[in-house]
Protein backbone atom coordinates (compact mmCIF):
# COMPACT_ATOMS: atom_id res chain seq x y z
CA UNK A 1 0.00 0.00 0.00
CA UNK A 2 0.70 3.20 -0.67
CA UNK A 3 2.25 5.81 1.99
CA UNK A 4 0.69 8.93 2.51
CA UNK A 5 4.46 10.64 1.97
CA UNK A 6 4.91 9.12 -1.55
CA UNK A 7 5.38 11.18 -4.16
CA UNK A 8 3.37 9.80 -6.77
CA UNK A 9 0.21 7.56 -6.37
CA UNK A 10 -0.35 4.40 -7.79
CA UNK A 11 -3.55 2.96 -8.73
CA UNK A 12 -4.87 -0.62 -9.03
CA UNK A 13 -3.24 -4.04 -7.91
CA UNK A 14 1.08 -2.99 -8.89
CA UNK A 15 2.54 -5.66 -11.32
CA UNK A 16 -0.53 -7.40 -12.21
CA UNK A 17 -0.46 -5.87 -16.22
CA UNK A 18 2.86 -7.47 -16.24
CA UNK A 19 2.14 -10.59 -14.26
CA UNK A 20 -0.53 -11.22 -17.28
CA UNK A 21 1.32 -10.21 -20.57
CA UNK A 22 2.01 -13.54 -21.05
CA UNK A 23 -1.64 -14.50 -21.98
CA UNK A 24 -2.62 -10.88 -23.28
CA UNK A 25 -3.35 -10.74 -26.91
CA UNK A 26 -4.91 -7.85 -28.78
CA UNK A 27 -8.15 -7.93 -29.93
CA UNK A 28 -10.66 -5.91 -32.13
CA UNK A 29 -14.31 -5.23 -30.40
CA UNK A 30 -15.99 -7.03 -32.94
CA UNK A 31 -14.45 -10.38 -31.03
CA UNK A 32 -16.95 -9.75 -28.15
CA UNK A 33 -20.06 -9.24 -30.33
CA UNK A 34 -23.46 -10.39 -28.44
CA UNK A 35 -20.83 -10.26 -24.97
CA UNK A 36 -22.03 -8.25 -21.92
CA UNK A 37 -18.77 -6.60 -20.39
CA UNK A 38 -17.90 -3.97 -17.72
CA UNK A 39 -16.41 -0.57 -17.85
CA UNK A 40 -14.79 1.03 -15.14
CA UNK A 41 -16.46 3.47 -15.04
CA UNK A 42 -14.66 5.73 -12.69
CA UNK A 43 -11.46 5.94 -14.82
CA UNK A 44 -13.67 6.97 -18.08
CA UNK A 45 -15.38 9.99 -15.52
CA UNK A 46 -11.38 11.01 -14.26
CA UNK A 47 -10.29 11.42 -17.87
CA UNK A 48 -13.47 13.30 -18.63
CA UNK A 49 -12.63 15.95 -15.84
CA UNK A 50 -9.91 17.24 -18.09
CA UNK A 51 -12.20 18.54 -20.92
CA UNK A 52 -14.15 20.31 -17.94
CA UNK A 53 -11.15 20.96 -15.44
CA UNK A 54 -12.05 24.70 -15.41
CA UNK A 55 -15.93 24.44 -15.24
CA UNK A 56 -15.69 22.12 -12.34
CA UNK A 57 -12.73 24.04 -10.51
CA UNK A 58 -15.30 27.27 -10.89
CA UNK A 59 -18.52 25.28 -9.68
CA UNK A 60 -20.14 25.83 -12.85
CA UNK A 61 -22.54 23.04 -13.85
CA UNK A 62 -21.15 20.79 -16.44
CA UNK A 63 -22.26 17.51 -17.33
CA UNK A 64 -19.01 17.30 -19.98
CA UNK A 65 -16.88 14.88 -18.01
CA UNK A 66 -19.52 12.27 -19.09
CA UNK A 67 -18.39 12.34 -22.68
CA UNK A 68 -15.69 9.59 -22.67
CA UNK A 69 -18.17 7.17 -21.09
CA UNK A 70 -20.57 7.92 -23.54
CA UNK A 71 -18.53 7.43 -26.63
CA UNK A 72 -17.27 4.28 -25.52
CA UNK A 73 -20.77 3.12 -24.62
CA UNK A 74 -21.61 4.16 -28.13
CA UNK A 75 -18.26 2.41 -29.78
CA UNK A 76 -19.21 -1.05 -27.95
CA UNK A 77 -23.23 -1.05 -28.74
CA UNK A 78 -22.49 -0.17 -32.45
CA UNK A 79 -20.22 -3.39 -32.67
CA UNK A 80 -22.73 -5.36 -31.13
CA UNK A 81 -21.28 -5.74 -27.36
CA UNK A 82 -23.77 -4.76 -24.33
CA UNK A 83 -21.38 -2.28 -21.74
CA UNK A 84 -22.20 -1.72 -18.35
CA UNK A 85 -20.86 0.34 -15.93
CA UNK A 86 -18.74 -0.68 -12.60
CA UNK A 87 -18.06 1.70 -9.88
CA UNK A 88 -15.99 0.70 -7.38
CA UNK A 89 -17.25 0.07 -3.55
CA UNK A 90 -16.65 2.41 -0.63
CA UNK A 91 -13.13 2.76 1.12
CA UNK A 92 -11.08 -0.17 2.01
CA UNK A 93 -9.75 0.85 5.12
CA UNK A 94 -6.38 -1.16 3.97
CA UNK A 95 -6.29 1.73 1.35
CA UNK A 96 -7.07 4.49 4.02
CA UNK A 97 -3.70 6.56 3.87
CA UNK A 98 -3.54 6.13 0.08
CA UNK A 99 -7.03 8.14 -0.17
CA UNK A 100 -5.84 10.67 2.16
CA UNK A 101 -2.88 11.42 -0.08
CA UNK A 102 -4.75 11.61 -3.32
CA UNK A 103 -7.48 14.00 -1.67
CA UNK A 104 -4.50 16.40 0.00
CA UNK A 105 -2.92 15.98 -3.80
CA UNK A 106 -6.36 17.15 -5.23
CA UNK A 107 -6.62 19.57 -2.69
CA UNK A 108 -3.39 20.89 -3.49
CA UNK A 109 -4.22 21.26 -7.49
CA UNK A 110 -7.42 22.38 -7.19
CA UNK A 111 -5.57 25.39 -5.32
CA UNK A 112 -3.22 25.66 -7.58
CA UNK A 113 -5.54 25.98 -10.53
CA UNK A 114 -7.37 28.63 -8.38
CA UNK A 115 -4.47 30.69 -8.59
CA UNK A 116 -4.42 30.19 -12.30
CA UNK A 117 -7.52 31.16 -12.97
CA UNK A 118 -7.03 34.56 -10.34
CA UNK A 119 -4.59 35.72 -12.12
Not at 1 to 28: F, I, N, P, Y
Not at 36 to 55: P, S, V
Not at 89 to 115: F, Y
Amino acid sequence: AARASDTQLQMGVQGLLKALSDVQREVHVSEYRGACIGLDAHCFLHKGKYLCAEALLRGQPTTAYLQPLLDVVSTLRTQGVEPFAVFDGGPLPVKRLTEQARHRAREVAQWRGGGVLRA
